[in-house]
């Protein structure tokens, strides 16, 4: 009911906000067209996000074999832990070999063990959000669970760098917890697969399919050597390297011509790639490849680029339940104690959608996952969280209609080696932050977004702040993107001046267009922004995401 409350006065305040401010005039709308189509100044095609890259609906198969939670001794309501007549149906649904969804009954739930995705063609279904639908109650943190295998590297990784939280005001002097940005309570894997590297001892050489010496930027077609195995239908990975340290010509790809300060990451690892795209091959044709998306960067002989096996899972889903933690107080920033909903690694072409999160440290977490869409989600609860639905490491990922009712640290936030990933259509209603969090994370979007605020002394408020460790920054590469982000200043300002939004100090050649509110806005976002459209209602293309689909499949 607060929640429909809040939407309604929400909707008064943006009727309000287009009577005040300025619509598009026939020479905007000119200049408008002119941006999106790339006339003069650059901004990256995004729709080719989602799953199946945004061209199909998410629909369960029809001829999909169904498994009943009810009939494998779950019982909601009653107050036990069903834990282990969940790991019995999963464990029948992993030696299937046909299609199958677990349909999980109405009522409460109780589970107090990881439930593993380990196979592709498998849905885990709820029967829906609302009082007769399904709730996965999670009485207990993960740090009282067995430490998972998957993650022994980053344990060994946190406790040989001597990982700790300091805050000296707070008396906080504690290790990191291996939950901080990694686990779930509902965990997508390959069995096996290595999905973040820590440690070099554990680096293992990967299967390399081809190398490939020269190719443009945003390519679709091009030139390959030394061929093996490459096939049409594969899902592969491309990666990039800098072999030439801090003089790499791959870093003013990624920042431009820039005196900020480059982290050290970005060459002390000059065996590991500094940026992954995951790839499908649409045809091989002798030493001609082309892939469905285009690529993220210039290839040149300098970055040694190759294209790997990419080991993955297709057509996962996870849909239309609540999944709910108990309330804990926050004890600091990285010493979460796990109260993680959904962890998704190693997924392609996959999805989770109608769920909400309620009371969790992280709701979904990602790491390694491609086209994967993350729509109709909302996190809510009384506890400070550190992560809603966070974009780390991956592709390609729209998360869609996410709704943020509860405090957290990162509400939106694109994390190390995440590229071309997008928000869309989002709302977040406390301390709103539209992080970018370090670590090679370029080219991504955040679109139609909608954000309440107190400003901080009626004059500033860091909405673009910037997270992340030095040695990973800047806070972001070229080409971030902001499209139509609607601000809702809550409380009544002493000044009728311009509200400086700002936060940004290290985040080179970001896009900010069509940031406007219910008091007029002025950006402070560095360096070298292009900014245009502030104070303007973006009413004739209120999403840039929807806009490019649109445009590419009517092309």
């Known amino acids: 009911m607060q929640e429909s409350n809040t939407n309604n006065l929400n909707l008064v305040f943006w009727l309000l906000s287009l009577l005040l401010f300025a619509k598009i005039s026939a020479q905007d709308k000119q200049e408008l067209l002119d941006l999106v189509n790339n006339k003069d100044v650059f901004i990256p095609d995004y729709s080719y996000a989602g799953y199946q890259f945004g061209e199909k609906e998410i629909k369960v198969p029809k001829n999909i074999t169904t498994l009943y939670a009810t009939d494998f001794g779950v019982e909601a309501n009653d107050g036990k832990d069903d834990s282990k007549a969940l790991l019995k149906i999963f464990k029948k649904a992993h030696e299937l070999k046909e299609a199958v969804l677990i349909q999980l009954p109405p009522g409460r739930i109780i589970l107090s063990e990881i439930l593993y995705f380990e196979r592709s063609n498998i849905i885990l279904n709820g029967c829906g959000v609302g009082k007769k639908g399904t709730e996965i109650f999670c009485p207990r943190p993960m740090m009282y669970l067995r430490d998972p295998e998957d993650l022994k590297e980053l344990r060994e990784y946190l406790v040989k760098l001597d990982k700790i939280q300091k805050e000296k005001e707070n008396n906080i002097f504690l290790p990191f917890s291996q939950y901080s940005w990694s686990g779930g309570m509902l965990w997508t894997r390959t069995p096996g697969a290595r999905v973040k590297s820590y440690l070099k001892k554990y680096d293992v050489l990967p299967e390399v399919l081809a190398t490939v010496d020269t190719a443009n930027r945003g390519a679709l077609t091009f030139k390959i050597d030394k061929n093996v195995g490459l096939k049409s239908g594969d899902v592969v990975e491309i990666q990039w390297f800098n072999k030439k340290g801090e003089e790499g010509t791959i870093l003013n790809e990624l920042y431009g011509d820039t005196e900020l300060k480059i982290g050290s990451h970005h060459w002390n690892y ?16 002798k030493n001609s490849v082309t892939i469905k998306s285009p690529l993220l960067l210039n290839i040149i002989p300098e970055y040694n680029v190759r294209i790997i096996k990419w080991d993955h899972l297709e057509e996962v889903g996870i849909q239309n339940f609540k999944i709910t933690f108990p309330f804990s107080n926050r004890i600091a920033h990285h010493v979460e104690q796990g109260y993680n909903g959904i962890y998704l690694t190693r997924i392609f072409n996959s999805w989770v959608q109608n769920i909400v999160v309620e009371n969790a440290d992280s709701g979904i977490l990602t790491e ?45 936030s694109f994390n190390t080696f995440s590229t071309k990933n997008v928000y869309s ?73 311009l509200i400086k939004l700002d936060g940004m100090n290290n985040g080179p050649n970001a896009r900010v267009i069509g940031v406007w509110g219910n008091k007029k806005i002025e950006i402070d976002y560095n360096p070298k922004v292009y900014t245009s459209f502030t104070n303007v209602a973006m009413e004739l293309i209120p999403s840039l995401y929807n806009y490019q689909l649109s445009k590419r499949l009517d092309d």
């Open 368 to 412: 390694a996952i491609a086209n994967v869409t993350i729509e109709n989600i909302v996190t809510k609860g009384d506890k400070k969280g550190h992560y809603t639905v966070q974009v780390g490491g991956v592709h390609n990922v729209l998360v869609k209609n996410l709704s943020v009712y509860n405090d957290t640290m990162h509400p939106l």
């Open 270 to 285: 000059p065996d590991l790639p500094l940026v992954r795209q995951q790839i499908k091959i649409e045809k091989v044709s």
């Open 425 to 497: 259509n989002c709302e977040v209603f406390k301390n709103p932050i539209l992080d970018q969090h370090s670590g090679v994370n370029h080219q991504n979007l955040f679109d139609r977004i909608t954000v309440h605020l107190d400003p901080q002394k009626n004059k500033s408020y860091p909405l673009f702040a910037g997270g992340g460790a030095g040695y990973w920054k800047p806070s972001h590469g070229s080409y971030s993107t902001f499209w139509n982000i609607k601000v809702n200043f809550l409380s009544k300002l002493e000044s009728e001046g």
